[in-house]
């Protein structure tokens, strides 16, 4: 994450994690959050569990609506396939450590799988843990996060990840607390994740409300509330701003004209997309790019 990360997503619209190694499924990372546009990364899931360890300053946090604040030396664990993004709504700076790791590392074994594996990932009342250094068995969870990244610098090493991994998992699985409330809200979570990821896979298409309330079989009205509820803002306003975190990677990493890339992000016209990105950057696409 040393870079503003360009999500590639499954088939289901899933995240499809970058890792290290593609042969093996380990995500470890130094990330800092004015990396991400607006010092705000964008709404996404992946079936990978995902860790982050503050490194120096403060990060707020979402999961699945529920907004939460890291301090230096704090961590979270994200639970499988729920949705989440870091940010700064003051537009502080803040190292971390971001690591993400697969279930498939430890899905060899069906016994494992079925009575270790699954309860802790498909426990429904289970969404997140925050991590706190005063808590012995949190405090073990982020030294191994720290080993895990320390050991990893230069290459990935398999064994260190399985054993580090192996033993996170543990001290979740003993430690598990769980979120009553979690299930009302269920629904509503499965409409919004495939609205999210019908704006994930279909963004440099035109999109209109009632498109995204059939991907999440509401109505528009419910589809516009739940946006709303789980992430403050009007669908079409994240649509817009998941077009415009786009087009922020490909004037990093490409050589397409701004015309070429307000097209390619989903925006009607140059003229539309440039006054767009000036009202949420403060600053114009071309000048962005030369600041690079």
Same mark, same amino acid.
């Given at each position: 994450?040393?870079?503003? =990360? ?22 470890? !990372?130094?990330? %800092?959050?004015?990396?991400?546009? &607006? ?22 946090? &979402? ?69 706190? =250094? ?7 969870? /982020?030294? &191994? ?12 090493? =398999?064994?260190?990840? +399985? ?13 598990? &607390? ?5 299930? *009302? ?14 704006? %994930?896979?279909?963004?440099?298409? *035109?999109?209109?409300?009632?498109? +995204?309330? @059939? ?18 803002? @009007? =669908? ?9 975190? !786009?087009?922020?990677? /490909? +004037? ?39 600041? +690079?």
């Amino acid at each position: 994450m040393e870079v503003c =990360p360009n999500i590639i997503l499954n088939s289901d619209a899933s995240e499809n994690v970058a890792y290290n190694n593609p042969d093996f499924p380990a995500y470890i !990372k130094k990330g %800092q959050l004015s990396n991400y546009p &607006d010092f705000r990364a964008v709404s996404h899931w992946h079936d990978d569990l995902e860790f982050i360890l503050i490194l120096e300053g403060q990060m707020s946090y &979402d999961v699945n609506g529920q907004k939460l604040l890291l301090q230096e030396g704090e961590g979270i664990f994200v639970n499988s396939r729920y949705f989440h993004y870091g940010y700064s709504d003051a537009h502080t700076e803040c190292f971390f450590l971001c690591i993400l790791l697969s279930p498939q590392l430890l899905s060899v074994n069906a016994y494992l799988v079925e009575n270790c594996l699954n309860p802790l990932i498909q426990n429904t009342h289970f969404p997140y843990e925050k991590l706190s =250094p005063a808590i012995r068995w949190q405090n073990l969870i /982020l030294r &191994d996060l720290e080993g895990l990244y320390e050991s990893n610098l230069d290459q990935i090493q =398999p064994f260190t990840v +399985l054993e580090k991994f192996s033993h996170i998992l543990q001290l979740l699985s003993e430690n598990m &607390d769980t979120f009553p409330q979690q299930n *009302k809200n269920t629904e509503d979570i499965l409409a919004l994740t495939a609205m999210m990821g019908y704006v %994930q896979k279909h963004y440099s298409n *035109k999109i209109l409300l009632k498109d +995204l309330s @059939s991907a999440g079989n509401c109505c528009k009205t419910k589809c516009t509330s739940l946006f709303q509820k789980y992430l403050s803002t @009007s =669908p079409m306003l994240y649509l817009s701003h998941y077009r415009l975190e !786009k087009s922020i990677f /490909l +004037l990093r990493n490409t050589a397409m004209s701004i015309t070429e890339i307000a097209y390619a992000c989903g925006f009607s016209n140059t003229s539309y997309f440039c006054e767009l990105f000036h009202e949420r950057y403060g600053i114009s696409p071309g000048k962005y790019r030369t600041k +690079l």
